[in-house]
Every structure is written in structure tokens, then in C-alpha cells.
């Protein structure tokens, strides 16, 4: 195999997990190269039209998997550089320390995590930093201790939205400021990037003001001469040498032909469900049930969360642009009239009309699609959903992705509802009192109340890490049981869920294994410069 083929470490996929690791490893000196499917997200004005956006789904990938009846399911995921954090909100919240023990929920058990908040703390703070993210501490009851500030003020909250945050404050609950990675500077507006737009959530960032893996990681780490992405690059298959005990060579399709690259380190980070077909369909006779599945967990427990989109529609107008400023976590774990954890209220991105008349929502009563989007509040909850080794990913005959999933844990979500639906029914608007509330609305009639199976962007779980290699398929540093040189960086690693975003817990965790891996390489670690950014390549370059 020639030099241009052989690397020191291999990293497939460059979203939340394998973009942060690809900018962590860079300063190095190794020789690294970074495999990923799609390409760069064209930079063009569709990229905030929510017709081309929510209606054409022109950004999602075509490719169809299977559910586990056989039906086709088109898959809401994007392959890019920067992978799904181009196009996510960019709530970026750490777990609560609890979601690292083992925690009863009314549907059954969370399992602990085989490393502990404490351990995760330095690397949120890395990651809270590197990706801009702007909040502010202490407003939470359930936010878990920090070793810092916040780099960035929280975002203030557009008039309509502080008026619910003062109205949810007035009954008693403790709304807070969603910790958000917008590189907005609300003090210095004339040179923000960011501006404020009402086209953020689900929709890529036409200004490159969002914090995401291809801005703030990726093309950085290519300003490294040790650094090589190939795009459009899909990695069909690992190989591992005669003893099963190293992945030998990466197979990828480039441009319709078949290539093979080696590294001494090869590190996974393709999307929960992706790297899990990708470890399954890289099955051998070393590993007949796919690599690194001796344990037979890989594709197994997948999670997603239970997510709705809830739309309050209230008399007061809602003229927000951008909606995704608040959360409340009150009902997070437990409330009066519930003793099991419920989960995470906050905001999607302002629903519009367009995008409504996709969903096809109940109509309320008195109200057309446009006035529900001028009236509209419009909620995102998030309920954890267990780990079930029989909600799985699995490939069929052809080759085809298939995932199984039954969802449980229904009655935290039900239950998460029903408070919100109290805290509205309660909140005293100033002009129109407790009537200003007229209700929820799922936004999907069609859909059903919940997210469908087809909405897998909180997915993870699938190739958990534990101590135990006969319940898990990586060790703590996220390093395959059965494998010397296999890692795998992105949501798969997730023992449990919890119940907020995921991206920030994927970003940290890739921090936490980039220094792992920086030790067994012998390179010295680091350290971050308070802003985020990285030394420069002369100081940095080592080994
Ligand atoms: C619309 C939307 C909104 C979201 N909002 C939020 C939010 O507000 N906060 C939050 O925390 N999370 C949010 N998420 C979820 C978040 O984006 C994901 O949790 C996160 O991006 C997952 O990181 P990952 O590294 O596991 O995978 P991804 O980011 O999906 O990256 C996987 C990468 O691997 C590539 N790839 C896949 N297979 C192969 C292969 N065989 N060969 C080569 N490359 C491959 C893909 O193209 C992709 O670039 C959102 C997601 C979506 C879709
Ligand atoms: S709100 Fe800011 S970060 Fe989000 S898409 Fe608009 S300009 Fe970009």
C-alpha cells in the first residue's frame, strides 16, 4: 500500500462526533484522514427557503431504508461535511449528572453510564467553548455543576417569548435561557455573524454563523497539512487483518470506483444507525455477526427519544423570528403529581405556514393555517426513551438499513404533555387572562403525536460503551472490546439518553476519546485557548 493510502488515523464521518474529533487531532503532526459520503451543503438561497427546506426536503439523503415490516421509510438525515449539525437548532445542553446513574422511569429502568458526570465535566466546558455556546447558568434547577461561565451571554428572548417566561414564572416554574450555539453578538450587532433569522432550526446556515462541526472543526482542521478530507467518499466496508484483532483496510467508493486506505487508528463516527450498519455489513469469519459484536449489542438499543412538536395557540400573536430561546426543565425528572421523569420542554424554530401546510395540523377552532402560524407558540418535547435491545438496526438481503423500533416510556411523554398543557391553561396573559390559551395542537395531523420513526436526528445507542464485553461493544474510551485499533465517536456510544438534545454529549465525548487517543499516540495534550481556538501549527505539531 503506497504512503498516499496509509495513515496514522482514519476518521469516517464528520458530523457532531467525528468533526470534533478531526479538530481536536489535528494539531498533531499525524497524518489523518477524514472519510465522508456527501459533500460541502451548497452555499445558495434555498438554503433558507422553507418550501426547498421543510416541503422538498431537497437537503435530505434519498436513500430509503426499510421498517420492520419492509416499508420504505425516507430517513430525515443529511450526509455533509459537518454532517447533521448543519441543519440542527443548535441547543447545545449538557446531560443532568443524575442521567448518569441508573434512574426508574414509569416505563423502566435508565442503565448508568460506566463513567460518571464528573468525568464528561472538563470536556462539556471544551466543547461549551469550542462551539460558541451562548446561555446562562443558574437560571436551570436542574443544570448539573460547571467549571465555567458560559463563554457567550445567553440569547435574549424576543417579546412574545419573555412574556411566557415571565407568565411560567408567575406560576411557579423556572424557565431558563436555551444554551444555543449561534455565533450572535447581541452587544455588536452591526458585526454579529450571526442575524437573527427566522430560518435556523432545520435549515443550514447560509452566513456560516451557526456553530457547526464543518465551520468550527472540519475546514480548521484542513488548515493542517497532516489533515486530508475526502468528500463524497462512502466507506462500504472495514477489513480486518487474519487475527480479527486490527481493522486492516477502510474500502470506500469514491466517484464509482472501489479504493482501500489503512490506518493505524480507525475511528467510526457515521451516525447511530450508519455506523451500525457499517460495523454489521463489515461481518467476517473472524466476526460472523459483524465487527466488534461479539456482544451482540451492536444495532441493538437504538434510541431516539420520544420527540412532539407541540403548537400552542394563544389569542396574543406571536411575531418571533427566532423562537428557540426558552426551556423549561421542571418536569425533567419528577413533579407532584408524577414521581417518574417526564423530560425537556423548549422550542423549535418558528413554524410558518408553509411548513404547516406539509403537516397538514388540526385546525383549531375559528383559526386558518396562516393564523395559527401568526398565534402559534411551538413547543419541542423531549421524553427519554429506553434502551430495548429489540429496537434495532439491522441490514437485509439487499443491503438495506432496516430499523425495528417499538417506542416505550409513553406515559412520561403523555405526562410531559399534560403539564405543559396546565402551565398554559395557567399562564395570565395580560390582555386576554387565563383565556388567551386556546390549546394544543400536535403539528402533524397525519403523523400522529409524535415524531415519527422516519425523524431519527436524536438518534444513538446502538454500539453502547460499558466495562462488560458481554453487554457492551466498547470499552470506556469508546475503543472496540473485540478490536485494538476500532473507535467509534458519535451517538452510538449511549447507554441511555436522557431526555435534552444530544449534540453537546456527542461533541464532549469526542473531546474526551481525542485525548485518549492523543495519549496512545504520545502526543501531548493541548490545552484549548479560552475563546476555542487552537494554538497554531508550529507550537502545536508534535511527535
Ligand atoms: C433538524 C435537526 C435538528 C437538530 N437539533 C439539535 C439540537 O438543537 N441540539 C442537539 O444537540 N442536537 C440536535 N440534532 C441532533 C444532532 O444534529 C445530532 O445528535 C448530531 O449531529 C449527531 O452527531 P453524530 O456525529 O452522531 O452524527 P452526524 O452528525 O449525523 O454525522 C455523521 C456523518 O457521517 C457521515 N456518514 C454516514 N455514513 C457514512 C459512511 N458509510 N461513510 C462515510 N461517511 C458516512 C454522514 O454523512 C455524516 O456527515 C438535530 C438534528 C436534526 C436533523
Ligand atoms: S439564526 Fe443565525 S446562525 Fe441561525 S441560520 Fe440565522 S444567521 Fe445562521
Not at 194 to 215: E, M, W, Y
Not at 374 to 390: A, G, I, V
Not at 397 to 406: F, H, I, N, P
Request: aromatic letters at 8%; proline letters at 6%.
Amino acid at each position: 500500500m503506497s504512503r498516499e493510502s496509509q495513515f496514522d488515523v482514519i476518521i469516517i464521518g464528520t458530523g457532531a462526533g467525528g468533526g470534533t474529533l478531526a479538530y481536536h487531532l489535528a494539531p498533531s503532526g499525524k497524518r489523518i484522514l477524514i472519510l465522508e459520503r456527501g459533500g460541502y451543503v451548497p452555499r445558495e438561497k434555498d438554503n433558507w427557503n422553507p418550501k426547498a427546506v421543510n416541503v422538498d426536503a431537497k437537503y435530505n439523503t434519498k436513500e430509503l431504508w426499510r421498517d420492520a415490516d419492509g416499508k420504505a421509510l425516507h430517513p430525515h438525515t443529511n450526509y455533509y461535511v459537518g454532517g447533521n449539525t448543519k441543519f440542527y437548532g443548535a441547543a447545545l445542553f449538557r446531560l443532568r449528572q443524575n442521567d448518569f446513574g441508573e434512574i426508574r422511569h414509569h416505563g423502566g429502568i435508565s442503565p448508568a453510564w460506566p463513567i460518571g458526570y464528573d468525568e464528561l465535566e472538563p470536556y462539556y466546558t471544551q466543547a461549551e467553548s469550542l462551539y460558541q455556546v451562548h446561555g446562562n447558568r443558574g437560571e436551570d434547577p436542574t443544570e448539573p455543576p460547571a467549571g465555567k461561565a458560559y463563554p457567550w451571554p445567553a440569547v435574549s428572548h424576543e417579546q412574545r417569548i419573555q412574556h411566557l417566561a415571565d407568565e411560567f414564572r408567575a406560576a411557579g416554574l423556572h424557565p431558563f435561557h436555551t444554551p444555543l450555539g449561534v455565533m450572535l453578538d447581541e452587544k455588536n450587532p452591526r458585526l454579529s455573524p450571526c442575524i437573527r433569522c427566522n430560518t435556523c432550526d432545520g435549515f443550514p446556515c447560509l452566513v456560516h454563523a451557526k456553530s457547526d462541526a464543518q465551520v468550527l472543526c472540519v475546514d480548521p482542521a484542513q488548515q493542517y497539512p497532516n489533515v486530508t478530507l475526502l468528500t463524497h467518499a462512502l466507506v462500504k466496508r472495514l477489513e480486518t487483518d487474519s487475527s480479527g484483532r486490527e481493522v486492516r483496510e477502510v474500502v470506500v467508493q469514491r466517484n464509482g470506483v472501489l479504493e482501500t486506505y489503512s490506518g493505524n487508528i480507525v475511528v467510526v463516527s457515521c451516525g447511530a444507525i450508519n455506523s451500525a450498519a457499517l460495523l454489521l455489513r463489515s461481518a467476517n469469519d473472524r466476526h460472523p455477526n459483524g465487527l466488534a459484536n461479539s456482544s451482540d449489542v451492536v444495532g441493538r438499543h437504538y434510541m431516539g427519544h420520544t420527540n412532539s412538536v407541540l403548537m400552542a395557540i394563544s389569542k396574543c400573536r406571536n411575531p418571533t423570528i427566532f423562537q428557540k430561546t426558552l426551556s423549561v426543565n421542571d418536569f425533567y425528572f419528577s413533579s407532584r403529581d408524577f414521581e417518574y421523569p417526564m423530560g425537556h420542554i423548549s422550542f423549535v424554530g418558528k413554524l410558518d405556514a408553509i411548513t404547516l401546510r406539509a403537516g397538514a395540523p388540526a385546525i383549531a377552532p375559528g383559526f386558518t393555517l396562516e393564523l395559527m402560524a401568526k398565534h402559534s407558540l411551538d413547543f419541542w418535547l423531549t421524553s427519554e426513551d429506553l434502551p430495548d435491545p429489540n429496537n434495532r438496526v439491522t441490514i437485509n438481503r439487499d443491503g438495506e438499513v432496516v430499523l425495528t423500533y417499538t417506542p416505550n416510556n409513553l406515559e412520561a411523554h403523555d405526562q410531559l404533555k399534560a403539564h405543559l398543557e396546565r402551565a398554559m391553561k395557567q399562564s395570565n396573559c395580560s390582555i386576554h387572562g387565563h383565556e388567551c390559551h386556546q390549546g394544543l395542537f400536535a403539528r402533524s395531523l397525519y403523523l400522529g403525536q409524535r415524531i415519527p420513526l422516519a425523524g431519527v436526528a436524536h438518534q444513538n445507542g446502538t454500539i453502547r460503551f460499558g466495562r462488560d464485553p458481554k453487554t457492551s461493544a466498547l470499552d470506556v474510551n469508546c475503543k472496540a472490546h473485540d478490536l485494538d485499533n476500532l473507535y467509534v465517536v458519535d451517538g452510538s456510544f449511549f447507554p441511555s439518553s436522557g431526555a435534552v438534545n444530544p449534540g453537546l454529549t456527542i461533541m464532549a465525548n469526542a473531546l474526551r476519546v481525542g485525548d485518549h487517543l492523543l495519549r496512545r499516540l504520545r502526543v501531548p495534550i493541548v490545552e484549548y485557548a479560552a475563546n476555542g481556538s487552537k494554538p497554531n501549527v508550529a507550537q502545536a505539531v508534535v511527535g
